[in-house]
T-cell receptor
Framework: GNSVTQMEGPVTLSEEAFLTINCTYTATGYPSLFWYVQYPGEGLQLLLKATKADDKGSNKGFEATYRKETTSFHLEKGSVQVSDSAVYFC?????????????FGSGTRLQVQP | SQTIHQWPATLVQPVGSPLSLECTVEGTSNPNLYWYRQAAGRGLQLLFYSVGIGQISSEVPQNLSASRPQDRQFILSSKKLLLSDSGFYLCAYRGSPNEQFFGPGTRLTVL
């Protein structure tokens, strides 16, 4: 079955540091890949997505590239801010026509210190 | 534009009591709808999904049930809550063609 593996947190960085959160996946075929962000006490917000190999998703300074050869979708940001502190989830969408559910990683908590 | 609502936002219930969580979607027709649960410090687990009125698929055996009485309404229920039912419950709908959009969630504490 499908699975998503994320690096364990928490990740603690100073403001303006470079961020990488690793994500690898196992799936049949070529799923769509997503990063969601969850701020304290809130639901999940879509941060970025990629639907095919070599696609780069980007939003709010965050980027991730769909790497088929390494089955990875690592999240990066060049300079983090305190407001980026949140839990980040990597996810994939299966291609089953009816279900189209998301399989999530366990989440990585990011703490950015001023 | 589409919006998704969940209520209540928080709920504290004793063990053995019933449960009803509601999710409604606006601005879209015949969406796929999903219930996920997030246990403390963990990822999200898919509980149920629905492709239409009265059509419910259960992903894991559990103490919960779901219903879809109207096109844009999705309800999560239990007849008798267990301690292990505590968690953060998220409803979602499927957008274009693979994205999912989540509601604000309901935090359930079973005591």
């Amino acid at each position: 079955g499908n699975s998503v593996t994320q690096m364990e947190g928490p990740v603690t960085l100073s403001e303006e540091a470079f961020l990488t959160i690793n994500c690898t996946y196992t799936a049949t075929g070529y799923p769509s890949l997503f990063w969601y962000v969850q701020y304290p006490g809130e639901g999940l917000q879509l941060l970025l997505k990629a639907t095919k190999a070599d696609d780069k998703g980007s939003n709010k300074g965050f980027e991730a590239t769909y790497r088929k050869e390494t089955t990875s979708f690592h999240l990066e940001k060049g300079s983090v801010q305190v407001s980026d502190s949140a839990v980040y989830f990597c996810a994939l969408s299966d291609k089953d026509t009816g279900r189209r559910a998301l399989t999530f990683g366990s989440g990585t908590r990011l703490q950015v210190q001023p | 534009s589409q919006t998704i609502h969940q209520w209540p936002a928080t709920l504290v219930q004793p063990v053995g009591s019933p449960l009803s969580l509601e999710c409604t979607v606006e601005g879209t027709s015949n969406p796929n709808l999903y219930w996920y649960r997030q246990a403390a410090g963990r990822g999200l687990q898919l509980l149920f999904y629905s492709v239409g009125i009265g059509q419910i698929s259960s992903e894991v055996p559990q103490n919960l049930s779901a219903s879809r009485p109207q096109d844009r309404q999705f309800i999560l229920s239990s007849k008798k809550l267990l301690l292990s039912d505590s968690g953060f419950y998220l409803c979602a709908y499927r957008g274009s063609p693979n994205e999912q959009f989540f509601g604000p969630g309901t935090r359930l504490t079973v005591l």
